[in-house]
């Protein structure tokens, strides 16, 4: 039949890809045993994008040892971060007509290497405000599952910064957050009474060029693997470790394809970096953090982090066609902030339609209707939802109950109250998509 894959996790003698230690899985058949093990890349769903694959139980000779390897190698940056830092110190001293951007590559250019980008689409005069803002010099990365870069709209970057600063939170540990990271280094260049400090952790090595070893760590959100070693996780350590650890926040965009069992796996261990530190109370606390996904994956951020609420605020994104604020129904963005900050104490902008609703103590979308039965705001996407009393829950308000599959849905759905049953396990009553089998690393 038709089969799923389960996520095992990370193993400790995971073999590597370009992109880290490889995750382990195991293909799963309709109602048959868990089958075979294997590694597959951790930030590829797609194997176009990386076609790393081994059977755990498979004997890999030392020829083939030896050749994946050296793929390994040639499959990373042409320079380290360290060259790059020293590349663009050079580059800023270069006047306005010598400074050179290579959109094929990526790069910036020094005038001894124009002669081999030549036949290149380039870009000149490259300024200084430039340089300050990488995000939009460079090409975004748009595979939804490996890197998925839409970045945070103008709206939505001042909204997160002006919380974050409001909140009292002076360092922010940008995972996958590049355009926040952004704002956060030109303030902090520009204004001398800003204190707020960033720490870009992204798989997008082309940030190098633009940051100290200071400022950027090369890193994968679904391995947790700094691809600088030991030093680069010393450098995030020492970040979190500021301080005393006081008045931090993590704030992650992960990739909307993504497995949320990787990510949270890898969020847990750089909460678990940030309780190391020498404060007292850490033991019983959560590092405080921003988890920005799409309002469907609440249940499963839930199930990994059950402190977290899901606030109503709609994140918006520049280079998303449908990702956009003001949109209603199903063409509004549906991504949102989930937190383990106290709800009532994240203030949504009145002016862009939220209140606050006094009984469930947190601002909600001016849609969100309190619901008596359920006594709560349940409006997920903005609209207001209305109760059925048959399924016991608020829906959304194009659905209505259906006594065949004795649930709610919209009008004119198939009706699945057949034999059907889950890909993954063979059961009845829930969908792969929802299956308990899946949802333990």
């Known amino acids: 039949g038709v089969g799923g894959l389960a996520l ?24 048959k045993e868990e089958g075979r093990r294997f590694y597959a890349c951790s930030a590829c769903r797609d194997r176009r994008d990386c076609n790393f694959f081994q059977w755990e139980d498979e004997k890999v000779s030392e020829t083939r040892l030896a050749t994946r390897e050296e793929y390994n190698r040639n499959h990373q940056p042409p320079f380290t971060h360290r060259q790059n830092v020293e590349r663009y110190k050079n580059f800023v001293l270069l006047p306005l007509s010598k ?30 405000a430039q340089l300050k803002s990488p995000s939009q010099l460079l090409y975004p990365l748009e595979n939804k599952k490996t ?3 839409y970045l945070f709209a103008d709206r939505s970057c001042r909204f997160l910064l002006d919380l974050i600063i409001g909140l009292g939170f002076r360092r922010v540990l940008s995972v996958g957050t590049p355009r926040l990271h952004e704002m956060i280094q030109s303030k902090a260049s520009q204004e001398d009474d800003f204190r707020v400090r960033s720490l870009l952790l992204d798989i997008d090595f082309r940030y190098s060029q633009f940051y100290t070893e200071d400022e950027f760590c090369h890193y994968n959100m679904f391995n947790h693997y700094f691809f600088g070693g030991e030093a680069a996780c010393e450098t995030c350590r020492k970040f979190l470790y500021q301080d005393n650890g006081e008045r931090v926040i993590m704030v992650t965009d992960p990739p909307f394809g993504g497995l949320v069992e990787a990510l949270a796996s890898s969020f847990k261990k750089l909460m678990a970096m940030w309780k190391e530190t020498e404060r007292e109370g850490h033991n019983n606390q959560e590092m405080p953090m921003f988890w920005i996904f799409p309002y469907f994956f609440e249940s499963r951020i839930l199930e990994f982090f059950p402190s977290f609420r899901m606030m109503d605020y709609q994140v918006d994104y520049d280079n998303h066609a449908l990702y956009k604020h003001g949109k209603t129904g199903r063409r509004q963005s549906p991504v949102r902030i989930f937190t383990n ?47 059925c009393v048959l399924c016991k829950k608020c829906v959304k308000p194009s659905w209505f109950h259906c006594n065949n599959c004795n649930c709610c849905a919209l009008q004119n759905h198939t009706c699945e109250k057949t034999d059907a049953s889950c890909f993954v396990c063979g059961k009845s009553g829930h969908k792969r998509s929802t299956c308990p089998s899946l949802s333990h690393t």
């Not at 050179?100 to 300024?127: G, M, N, T, V, Y």
């Not at 104490?345 to 862009?352: D, G, K, N, Q, R």
Request: charge should be neutral; aromatic fraction near 8%; hydrophobic fraction near 30%.
């Open 8 to 31: 095992l996790g990370l193993a400790p003698s995971a073999p590597s890809c370009p992109h880290g230690p490889a995750l382990l899985f195991v293909k799963t058949s309709q109602g």
């Open 99 to 128: 400074r050179r951007f290579c959109q094929e590559c990526q790069q910036l250019l020094l005038p001894a290497e124009w002669e081999k980008h030549s036949d290149h689409q380039f870009l000149c005069d490259i300024s200084t």
């Open 147 to 149: 890197n998925a870069q």
């Open 341 to 387: 900050v106290t709800p009532s104490m994240i203030v949504l902008p009145v002016e862009e339609g939220y209140r606050f609703c006094a009984i469930c103590q947190r601002y909600v979308s001016s849609g969100n209707q309190h619901c008596e039965i359920c006594n709560s705001c349940t409006s997920k996407d903005g609209r207001q939802w209305k109760h």
